[in-house]
């Protein structure tokens, strides 16, 4: 480890890696550069936006048997949000990233020189890259989650590459179930290539997490409380989750609020559009499976169809030590929705496999924000359109929702009016909804659909064996048995039909 002392306040900072050429003064915010055995000041860094990850500097884990400890970070931001990398140092010397997004890890390290130097013209140019796009690597299949460009608007610590405020990354996220690959586009073509996994913070074992009390200098802003604010457009008081939700819609005008700078910045007014009476409303608090839930933010949804468009309620929930949760509501009831850290493998076109069940295609639609209020933890606006493409029976039902920079896999499972109101118990109209019938929820997907598609083909099949002697005795010749073959297996191909419409 080497020790220097700031150039611009003369506060001691130790650069603890041998890769790292760089590190920011935790005092002044001075830019450190090591020139071999020399240290030299090349301006300040924008200090991070605190935003109250439970990670910070110093905080140590374990990874694949190995120590490591957090030295660095990064803070990047796009046009709909922002992410840490922290910059780690294993035990044994080498280092690593771990990205820290919306309560979601992925810890990767740097390809061996073989591993991307086997790949060799194979890898895309950033240009071509899409969400879903698929990349073989290290005979591995992945698929493009994430493809950004990204600002990087904060740094401290140290790092192993020189970065400053304004510092440009063009990244590419790609998944294969749990494991993980990022393609690095910030230093042009080829890429770096990280490969690793997602993971979750208790799997790494953390020491030292930060705590609400340890936070000093913005003792206002703890993580998850809320925060009041003035909205900008209309003065109207709004309140946001400091830190997990950061993008505010003023629920009196509509104005879209941006609160990751140091003032409040009216990004977009909303059309104005009539209150909406819904079963939640943003500061609502329920007890889920014995935690406290706050309602952070509401979306109403359409999937404009052209026969008979439906619309439907999506509530943003925080809590402070599990993160994000979702309620959905609709005409048929209420799902639990959560964001998959694991994604589904694709099996066939029609089929996906998640934690040893397999789960059929089915419906397949756009959907469209009508109305946003409340607080997120990216920026939402009226408009907004995602392609959902639904896997299995209502009972556990997988989504894969696309935009155009990005894919997230959810799970949704039905929850009874009745639990509802018991999660919610001061919420008097739920409790009169909950008196009502249960409706019920009917699906040819999943398992039903595969019975019906199996009950057609052996219905097809038995008749072709109990007619072909019929028609070969008649001696009626091969065109007729084609033909009454291809009406047998009428019923399999109006299965097909039904269940792609349904």
Known sequence: MQQVHCPGCGAEVAFRSSAAVMAVCEYCHSTLVKDADSVRDIGKMSA??????????????????????LVGRIQLRYEAGLWNEWYLLFDDGSDGWLADASGQYMLTRRATGEQAAA????????????????????????????VRTANCTGGQGELPFTVGSGW?????????????????????????????????????????????????????????KTVPLSCPACGSPIAYRAGMANFVVCGSCHSEVDCTTSTAIVLEKHNELEALKTSLAPGDTGNIDGAPWTVLGLMQCTDNDEDEASTWLEYLLFNEERGLLWLVEQDSGWDRVEVLDTWPRMVSADMVSWQGGNFRKGAEYRSEVLYAAGTFNWRVRVGDSTQLTEFGQPAQRLTRETTDTEIVWTRSTPVPRAQVARWFKDNKALAAAATRPEPARQSVQGGDLAFCRKAARWYAIVLAILNVPVL????????????AMLLLWAPVWLVGRWSAKD
């Open 168 to 224: 440009t990354a063009q990244v590419a996220d790609f998944r294969d179930e749990g494991r993980f690959l990022t393609l690095d586009y910030a230093d042009g073509y080829p890429p770096v290539v990280y490969t690793g996994e997602l993971v979750t913070l208790d799997s790494l074992k953390p020491q030292l997490l930060r705590a609400a009390d340890e936070i000093g200098r913005t003792a206002d802003r703890y993580r998850g």
């Open 119 to 146: 790949q060799g013209d194979a890898l895309p140019k950033f240009e071509s890259l899409h969400p879903g796009t698929g990349l073989f690597f290290s005979k591995r299949r992945y698929l493009a989650g994430d």
């Open 48 to 69: 991070v936006l605190e935003d109250y990850t439970p990670l910070q500097l110093n905080t140590s884990g374990q990874w694949q048997g190995q120590g490591f400890t």
């Open 472 to 483: 070969l005795a008649r001696g009626t010749g091969w065109f007729t048995l084609v033909f």
